[in-house]
């Protein structure tokens, strides 16, 4: 029987129909139980409105394209596609937008390694892989041009009646559920990757020449009271969330070294910290940028003075130092070096696909010994980058155990995988806590540090793991973030001064003036209202 399928042409139609009918049943129906779950009382005529409006939806894509050979190439495409989108928000919940297609974008050669499992192998064959194959073999009727264009003018007028008519026998039953449930159009494929491939093509043609640079930060200059140099450490944490910070309260202590400096009053936590993005793409240009997250202007912050060049125009001798996926741009006008494990020898690095952080201290070691007049040194950690955790701690700082050593997060129990994630923020702990100790012996600058992370993570909750969910719909794990002003002794009034405001909501959007305001630098670009150190004395 199977011979015979492969023998037997399919028109053109037919072809049309197979695979609409394959995308919008096996590849959506993590979909249909979603839906299931949201209408509790009568679900089954909704989902097959809306399985009718797939199947109608691919129908018309198809029919676009009038020769059987361009239909199969679409297929194939749309198929792959749909089966990788399928596996991300099955195993992870991830929900694909836009700016989850820019991350993807953005990954890295070893953050790809990590994410390529024999789950993720087993969804491409099967689910797009074989069907793919299947139709590339599939023998085709040969039809007179004519024919075979008016068939498909008509097969999508025909289909578009479809459409209306399903949506109007249900008007309220989908207004009402496309309004409670937005995410309805990130979970639905093909047209999700479709719809996000489309807006990010047009973005990046539109900015195919790419604007150049707008120096807006005027009259910039420094106003420091003080006779010493400044030596500023800026660490931007990775994938760490709030809730897992032993100094946020969380019922595990891990973050014990910070904690002592906190008790100490050298430290000062912050523990009311919204993220600008869910996803480092979006996350680092946002908080560097003098753009507030509701100003966010993703080509306006890449092209225009940043938090790093305001700092150069001041004088300041600016490094980024990165052991994670890049800068995203900030760097772009400074000096910067990129942590690898080619790089540097197993012992130091510790990881495979990173370095993990206990690199660090002795890499801005050989930084702070260099410095000689003003320095701003940016790091950018790996920290808690997911889904892979376990590599991302070395074994001294592994407190809770048993961990999770997969990267296939479902398949681990959940507290495994949530003991793997507080290692890695132990690691972090101990980290910074280094880098405080080192900064501290350089009595001869004003010196400071200050720790943020870009995101946070989910961890299984709800289902939903990792990140870089829509921000409207994200849980507060993915946008409660952790952050720390570290301040000598020397410094005690301004500390003091900081304590205060220690236990107001703040964000992302404070960054930029609050490191102008801690360096005493003047610029246009300063707002007093968003510096959060504005009322204390310099």
């Known amino acids: 029987m199977l011979a015979r399928f492969f023998r037997v042409p399919f028109s053109h139609a037919k072809l049309i129909y197979v695979v609409s009918l394959f995308l919008a049943v096996v590849l959506n129906w993590p979909l249909f139980e979603a839906i299931a779950s949201w209408l509790t009382q009568n679900p089954i005529l909704p ?15 198809l029919s676009i394209f009038n020769q059987a050979y361009i239909v199969k190439a679409v297929a194939i495409v749309l198929l792959i596609g749909s089966a990788s989108a399928r596996y991300f928000y099955d195993q992870y919940g991830t929900l694909i937008d836009d700016s989850m297609l820019i991350n993807a974008l953005e990954t890295n050669p070893a953050e790809v390694r990590e994410l390529f499992t024999w789950n993720l192998l087993s969804y491409l064959l099967f689910l797009g892989i074989i069907p793919a194959a299947i139709v590339a073999w599939l023998p085709t009727k040969s039809e007179p041009w004519i024919r075979r264009n008016r068939q498909n003018l008509l097969r999508i007028v025909v289909t578009f009646v479809a459409i209306v008519v399903v949506l109007f026998s249900q008007y309220g039953t989908y207004a009402s559920l496309f309004r409670e449930h937005r995410e309805i159009k990130y979970i639905a494929t093909p047209l999700n990757w479709i719809s996000a491939s489309v807006k990010v093509a047009q973005e990046k ?5 790419p604007p150049e640079f707008m120096q807006i930060a005027n009259n910039t200059q420094l106003q420091s009271h003080s006779d010493k140099p400044q030596l500023w450490v800026l660490v931007v944490g990775e994938t760490a969330r709030a809730q897992n910070f032993g100094l946020n309260g969380y019922e595990r202590q891990t973050t014990p070294m910070l904690q002592q400096k906190v008790d100490s009053g050298e430290v000062i936590n912050f523990s009311k910290v919204s993220s600008c993005g869910t996803a480092t793409a979006v996350s680092v240009p946002c908080m560097f940028s003098y753009l507030t997250k509701d100003q966010y202007d993703e080509t306006l912050a890449k092209h225009s003075s940043n938090l790093l060049d305001v700092f150069k125009s001041a004088g300041f001798n600016v490094v980024w130092v990165d052991n994670n996926s890049g800068c995203k741009s900030m760097c772009d006008r400074v000096d910067s070096e990129q942590i690898t494990p080619e790089k540097e020898t197993p012992e130091a690095c510790g990881g495979d696909t990173y370095c993990q952080d206990t690199i660090l201290p002795s890499k801005v070691r050989g930084y702070l010994q260099q410095a000689k007049g003003n320095t701003l040194l940016v790091v950018h950690m790996v920290g808690s980058h997911g889904p892979d955790y376990s590599k991302r701690s070395p074994q001294q700082y592994k407190a809770f155990l048993p961990e999770c050593e997969s990267a296939q997060l479902d398949e681990c129990p959940q507290q495994q995988v949530v003991n793997a994630y507080d290692n ?3 690691t972090t702990d101990a980290v910074l806590s280094q ?6 012996s350089y009595s001869a600058f004003k010196r400071g540090l200050f720790y943020v992370s870009d995101h946070g993570e989910s ?5 939903i793991y990792l990140h870089g969910l829509p921000y409207w719909m994200a849980p507060t794990t993915q946008t409660h973030v952790p952050q720390i002003i570290w301040l000598p002794d020397s410094q005690q009034q301004q500390r003091d001064c900081l304590k205060a405001q220690a236990d ?10 609050t490191m102008l305001g801690l360096a005493d630098i003047s610029t246009s670009l300063y707002q007093a209202d968003m510096d959060i150190s504005a009322s204390c004395s310099n």
């Not at 043609?205 to 020449?209: A, F, I, M, R």
């Not at 880098?435 to 501290?440: A, H, T």
């Not at 961890?459 to 289902?463: F, S, T, V």
């Open 459 to 463: 961890l299984g909750e709800d289902g």
């Open 435 to 440: 880098l405080i100790d080192e900064l501290d």
């Open 47 to 61: 989902i097959l409105g809306i399985l009718i409006l797939l199947f109608a939806i691919n129908v018309i894509v």
């Open 205 to 209: 043609l539109s900015s195919n020449k």
């Open 424 to 426: 890695t923020i132990a």
């Open 504 to 513: 107001k909501a703040w964000s992302h959007d404070n960054l930029f003036s």
